[in-house]
């Protein structure tokens, strides 16, 4: 019974403890025409990133909140389903 019990709470933090951010520091992160990035949770562009959707047709799909230290260039789509902090340049 203790073996059944102890799986079950494994189980349950396993489940419950997911969590993901897409962190651009000090990098770029260039989606190129045609193209999808597609976060699961948060992304944050910190004060060094750059985020640039080069084309028409560059998409990207954030599931929660979006927060902009640095730069973001798009000419692309940005689907959002959280808050936008916006704290920087989005052109």
Excluded: P
Excluded at 54 to 61: D, F, K, L, R, W
């Amino acid at each position: 019974m203790k073996k059944l019990i102890l799986l079950f709470i494994l189980m349950w933090i396993s489940f419950n403890s997911i969590s993901q951010v897409y962190l651009i520091n000090k990098n770029y992160c260039i989606v190129t025409s045609n193209a999808y990035l597609i976060v699961n949770g948060h992304l944050i562009n910190e004060s060094n990133g750059n985020l640039n959707l080069t084309g028409a047709n560059s998409n990207v799909i954030v599931q929660n909140n979006l927060t902009n230290n640095g730069s973001i260039n798009s000419y692309g789509i940005i689907d959002l389903y959280g808050d936008w902090i916006n704290n920087s340049t989005c052109t």
